[in-house]
Antibody, heavy 120, light 107 residues
């Protein structure tokens, strides 16, 4: 079955950096684009970034553009999110999500999430 | 960006009640709409796509309807496991955006 396991979250100071990982299994990872979606404590869902299946194209929410970089290693079935210049507004649970087959814009499978806390 | 507005923000209901949640898009999204269910401390679950198509395994008491800018999620007979927060999401145009959520609470 599809499994997505995020890691790399933690506490970081404002202005700091963090790299999240998402280990994928149970499906052909290199056949799917992948997303990151986040949820601030007690708040709703916010799409963050998307990368196409070959890694050649990436898209970002305006709130993270220029600070976050999504990437993937298809040989290791792993998705990444490099987060730089973090602010307190980036505090959230970060989920990786696999799109629904043939529809990149629906989020079919989600990981359990990893918490990023930006605090001094 | 397309804004998604859900109403109500919360609803109190009893087991067996019919519950309706609405979602309005700020522009025409055709049928490019999904619904998700999220329970506390858990990741969202994908319920419905293309406005009205249920994912396999989703109980038939859930239904989705609507198109263009106005959409509805209906739970025909609320069950204990349905108490959760529900989100709509437009899937037509990047950046993909969610509604603010509707919390279904026990009356």
């Amino acid at each position: 079955q599809v499994q997505l396991v995020e890691s790399g979250g933690g506490v970081v100071q404002p202005g700091g950096s963090l790299r999240l990982s998402c280990a994928a299994s149970g499906f052909s990872f290199n056949s799917y684009g992948m997303h990151w979606v986040r949820q601030a404590p007690g708040k709703g869902l916010e799409w963050v970034a998307f990368i196409r299946l070959d890694g050649n194209d990436a898209y970002y929410a305006d709130s993270v553009k220029g600070r976050f970089t999504i990437s993937r290693d298809n040989s290791k079935n792993t998705l990444f999110l490099q987060m730089n210049s973090l602010t307190v507004e980036d505090t959230a649970v970060y989920y990786c999500a696999r799109p629904y087959t043939h529809y990149d814009s629906y989020f079919d499978h989600w990981g359990q999430g990893t918490l990023v806390t930006v605090s001094s | 960006d397309i804004q998604m507005t859900q109403s109500p923000s919360s609803v109190s209901a009893s087991v067996g009640d019919r519950v309706t949640i609405t979602c309005r898009a700020s522009q025409d999204i055709s049928s490019w709409l999904a619904w998700y269910q999220q329970k506390p401390g858990k990741a969202p679950e994908f319920l419905i796509y293309a406005a009205s198509t249920l994912q396999p395994g989703v109980p038939s008491r859930f239904s989705g309807s609507g198109g263009r800018t106005d959409f509805t999620l209906t739970i025909s007979s609320l069950q204990p496991e349905d108490f959760a927060t529900y989100y709509c999401q437009q899937a037509k145009t990047f950046p993909w955006t969610f509604g603010q959520g509707t919390k279904v609470e026990i009356k």
